[in-house]
């Protein structure tokens, strides 16, 4: 990762629990697969990126989703 690294928090759909990630909006709009530090399960996250750069939404689903 490069660019401009923000820190978000997550929470699992599968336990619920929260953690925090970082996360590159400077790569545009995205969507990839992270595992949960506590319950290990993959967790599909969507970020949404405005045209300015601008992380404007964090989004999280299961893989079954």
Do not use: F, K, W
């Not at 978000?8 to 595992?35: K, L, N």
């Amino acid at each position: 990762m490069s660019g401009n690294l923000e820190t978000v928090a997550i929470h699992c759909p599968y336990c619920g629990e929260s953690y925090d990630t970082v996360v590159d909006p400077s790569a545009g709009s995205q969507r990839y697969v992270e595992d949960c530090p506590v319950c290990c399960r993959p967790i599909e996250i969507a970020l949404r990126v405005g045209v300015d750069g601008e992380l404007l939404d964090v989004a999280t689903a299961t893989d079954n989703d």
